[in-house]
């Protein structure tokens, strides 16, 4: 039983200290913005489309 508790005691400080910022890595100085690959789209080229969804009408029916 004592090997149970001191392992989840254990478990527990390893969780709470990889939480904490104690061990956190610094943020960069400066932001910069994420670039996807590929080639950006233009919002002419873009399509919205809508679907129709074909629900019972009698719900509580069924």
């Known amino acids: 039983m004592p090997d ?3 392992k989840l005691k ?3 400080k390893s969780v709470v ?3 904490s ?3 956190s890595a610094v943020a960069p ?3 910069e913005p994420y670039e996807r690959p590929g080639k950006p789209v233009d ?3 873009v399509k919205v489309i ?3 969804l074909n629900r ?3 719900r509580g029916e069924t």
């Open 4 to 6: 149970l508790r001191k």
């Open 21 to 23: 910022g104690e061990y």
């Open 56 to 58: 019972p009408k009698n």
């Open 43 to 45: 919002d002419a080229e």
């Open 29 to 31: 100085e400066t932001i």
């Open 17 to 19: 200290n990889r939480l």
């Open 10 to 12: 254990d478990k527990l």
């Open 50 to 52: 809508r679907a129709n």
